[in-house]
């Protein structure tokens, strides 16, 4: 006989279920049949939450984000930060996320970040933009209320930003390919090279002395990469 659960707690089950067989065996060697059995759940009740291992995929991205920003929120808040040590901390956020957990997100990022699954990795990122766009764009308004940032529209611009994330898919997907053939420090080089041209852009749109916002930390794409091959 199975348990009846709340939606919200029966969903959580399932993403929980599913990022432990994603990251023990990678996303395509995961089954919705695998997830159904870890989970207990009937394939009905699956496909109840989820219409699809996609948005499974989806959902678990956006939950990682708003996991993250709930863990920023304190900080953020501290009223001693003005707003590059806010941005800062956003993204400085986002990159011990990906340093701690990029050997299990490997799998995955090989993944959507193939030329052939461009659908899936836009629908990621557009759930991943719903989470951090508002409270980016909240910054950059505290930020051009203090003089700090020129950001006349806030939400335009935060979404502007977090657009500059669709040119890393052909950087990522190129770096996995050179890290498993071998040409591991070619690959982090490249990958170094697009993250800190990434934090340069921003640095201009907002017309910052270069240097001032960090979008990732050298490690990230050693820690990415070297696991790769």
Same mark, same amino acid.
Not at 117 to 136: E, M, Y
């Given at each position: 006989m199975r348990v009846k659960k709340q939606p919200e707690i029966r969903s959580?089950?399932?993403?929980?279920?599913?990022q432990r067989l994603f990251f023990a065996h990678g996303y395509e060697n995961t089954t919705v049949?695998?997830?159904?059995?870890?989970?207990?759940?009937?394939?009905?009740?699956?496909?109840?939450?989820?219409?699809s291992k996609e948005a499974l995929l989806e959902a678990f991205a956006a939950r990682l984000a708003r996991e993250s920003?709930?863990?920023?929120?304190?900080?953020?808040?501290?009223?001693?930060l003005d707003a590059v040590g806010r941005l800062n901390t956003l993204f400085a956020g986002s990159r011990r996320l990906k340093v701690e957990l990029a050997p299990q997100l490997r799998a995955i990022f090989d993944?959507?970040? %193939?030329?052939? &699954?461009?659908?899936?990795?836009? @629908?990621?990122?557009?759930?991943?933009? /719903?989470?951090?766009?508002?409270?980016?764009?909240d910054i950059l308004r505290r930020g051009t209320e203090?003089?700090?940032?020129?950001?006349?529209?806030?939400?335009?611009?935060?979404?502007?930003l977090l657009q500059f994330r669709l040119s890393l898919g052909d950087?990522?997907?190129?770096?996995?390919?050179?890290? %498993?053939?071998? &040409?591991?420090?070619?690959?982090? @080089?490249?990958?170094?090279?697009?993250? /800190?041209?990434?934090?340069?852009?921003?640095?201009?749109?907002?017309k910052l002395p270069e240097g001032t916002i960090e979008v990732a930390q050298s490690g990230f794409a050693r820690a990415l990469l070297e696991g790769s091959r």
């Open positions: 959580a089950e399932l993403l929980d279920c599913a049949n695998d997830i159904i059995r870890e989970a207990g759940v009937s394939k009905g009740a699956f496909y109840h939450y989820f219409s920003l709930e863990e920023l929120q304190p900080i953020l808040d501290d009223p001693a993944v959507i970040f %193939r030329p052939e &699954n461009i659908v899936l990795f836009h @629908r990621i990122d557009q759930a991943v933009t /719903r989470i951090v766009a508002p409270l980016l764009a203090e003089g700090v940032f020129d950001a006349p529209d806030p939400r335009a611009f935060a979404e502007m950087v990522m997907h190129n770096a996995l390919l050179l890290s %498993r053939q071998g &040409n591991v420090e070619q690959a982090v @080089r490249m990958l170094d090279d697009r993250l /800190r041209l990434y934090g340069i852009a921003v640095d201009r749109v907002l």
